[in-house]
């Protein structure tokens, strides 16, 4: 990890009314801070919420991470067509600009394992400097969506949301995230690539 890279506030938030009140542990929280912290080379500060399923809650705690500098903010769970799942409403009216491609690529990856995933309703959208996007529930879902698929060999079959992540984040104004290939390649225009830093002789 090189001390040029630029630090990184990452908002993540469980939605869950079972975990959140202690019935059965919480697994989005411990998989996203995994996933980023093997994807990301930069530093990376975590802002956690573990919440219930209420609209209000998740609308305000999305609010309070993109007003606490939060470049990033990752939710799990809620984004199905199951009454008390609501995190796309909350999502949606904390909304600046909705950004449907990172939806439509996530049902695009899950359907290659059930059909139900037409049932997902995730959503990604831009509060100010801060890209809000919403992750499936499951530790193996939240992985797939984010690197995409991969053949045994490691060479990418379906490419993941978070390739595309690094460079929004350029366009709105934050910091400059750099991955680690074999995690996850991000992709960016040639123009908008920082020039590798010189190593010390």
């Known amino acids: 990890m090189s001390d040029a890279l630029d630090a990184v506030k990452i908002g993540i938030v469980s939605v869950s009314d ?3 009140t202690g019935v059965y542990e919480d697994k989005g929280l411990p998989a996203l801070r995994d996933w980023l912290g093997r994807a990301l080379k930069n530093t ?59 939806g439509e690529q996530m049902r695009q990856i ?37 690197e995409g698929l991969k053949d045994a060999g490691g060479q990418q ?4 949301i978070f390739a595309a992540v690094p460079y929004c984040i350029d366009l709105i104004g934050g910091p400059y995230l750099e991955t680690h290939d074999d995690v996850c390649k991000a992709f960016r225009p040639k123009s908008a690539r920082r020039p590798l830093p010189e190593k010390a002789p």
Request: proline share 7%; net charge neutral; with cysteine.
């Open 18 to 20: 079972r975990a959140s």
């Open 44 to 102: 990376i500060t975590f802002e956690s919420r573990l919440i219930p399923d209420e609209k209000d809650g998740i609308s305000a705690a999305l609010i309070e991470l993109a007003q606490a500098g939060c470049a990033l903010v990752l939710t799990t769970g809620g984004t199905g067509p199951a009454v008390r799942d609501v995190t796309p409403e909350a999502t949606l009216a904390v909304a600046d600009r909705e950004m449907p491609g990172f």
């Open 110 to 146: 899950s359907l290659k394992f059930v059909p139900t995933a037409i049932l997902s309703r995730q959503c990604a959208v831009i509060r100010g400097k801060t890209l809000i996007i919403n992750l499936p529930g499951q530790p193996k879902a939240i992985q797939e969506t984010l």
């Open 157 to 160: 079959l379906v490419a993941g």
